[in-house]
């Protein structure tokens, strides 16, 4: 992987682990439905009316837009609401990981190497250490919901893969599109009453909460993740995302106040080594340039232009 779509990776996984606080602060006062339904219909307008639609079937744009929006982010703003740390979210929906890469092997035959597995699973047992030292108290329903949602990324993941080479912010905003009326539709329908004052009584706090969701978070973060997924095998990019609950678990502790272990600390330093493991493994699989998007590669990496 190169030096610029490394730190490209890097600051994606800061604003998505970041994310967890406004997450928390929004569904202070958003149900989570409406919230994530705000969420994907600011992502999407008024940017729908200048950017063209990407060049894509428009089935997978939709599968996309609503794997990521009812999928992963319904089940997991669910979850919050019901009692989920958000810092433990941050953590447990990292299962998207071998979710992605085991469905990439299933679907688009993209074997991970040696290394890969040996540094993911190296990088698994950091997660599994940070969760057994805090799953205690967390309830049983919404750490399902957690890994529900880990596996609707996984699958939005998949799905970025078959479309391939598009203009990834237009995916983004075309995916919120599709997803914001089914997700504005369940939220009237399950929330009611509770959805309708959330839109008619906003505040600053849950303003700020939904526009850094939409934006940095929503446009920036999941474009730039699902660009990498385009360049490079699953294997070599989805290690990455194990960096997300390092920066979710500390800021949800230095702005929610959530607890700070050593057994995070620990878990923590398992999946960075982790992650070194599967990144030089993956060195030799990126697909060369003038390579299509889908399927496993080898040889160098493609140009950056």
Not at 193 to 205: E, G, K, M, Y
Not at 267 to 276: E, K, N, R, Y
Request: proline share 8%.
């Amino acid at each position: 992987m190169t030096l610029r779509d490394g730190l490209a990776a890097l600051l994606v996984v800061t604003l998505l682990g970041v994310n967890f606080v406004a997450i928390k602060v929004g569904l202070v006062t958003v149900p989570p439905l409406m919230l994530c339904a705000l969420r994907f219909g600011f992502a999407s307008l008024p940017a729908a009316l200048v950017i063209r639609p990407p060049r894509a079937p428009a089935a997978l744009v939709t599968a996309f837009g609503l794997a990521l929006g009812i999928g992963q982010f319904g089940l997991l703003f669910t979850a919050i609401r019901l009692g989920m740390p958000a810092g433990l979210s941050s953590l447990l929906i990292q299962m998207q990981v071998p979710f992605t890469v085991a469905l990439a092997w299933i679907v688009l035959k993209e074997r991970p190497r040696v290394l890969q597995v040996i540094g993911g699973a190296v990088a698994l047992l950091g997660v599994a250490a940070v969760a057994l030292g805090r799953a205690g108290g967390a309830p049983a329903g919404p750490v399902l919901l957690v890994v529900g949602a880990a596996l609707s990324w996984a699958s939005a993941n998949i799905v970025a893969k078959r479309i391939g080479r598009v203009d990834m912010l237009a995916l983004m905003v075309w995916g919120s599109l599709a997803t914001t009326p089914p997700l504005l539709a369940l939220s009237l329908i399950v929330e009611g009453s509770d959805a309708v004052r959330a839109l008619t009584h906003p505040d600053w706090v849950t303003s700020a909460s939904i526009a850094f969701q939409a934006y940095p978070t929503q446009l920036l973060a999941f474009g730039l993740w699902s660009r990498l997924l385009t360049r490079y095998p699953a294997a070599a990019v989805t290690p990455f995302a194990l960096l997300v609950p390092v920066a979710g678990i500390l800021s949800t502790h230095l702005v929610l106040g959530e607890p700070l272990s050593a057994d995070i600390l620990a878990g923590g330093s398992l999946i960075l080594f982790g992650i070194a493991l599967s990144l030089r493994g993956g060195r030799a699989a990126v697909r060369p340039a003038g390579r299509g998007p889908i399927g496993p590669a080898t040889g160098a990496p493609p140009k950056v232009t």
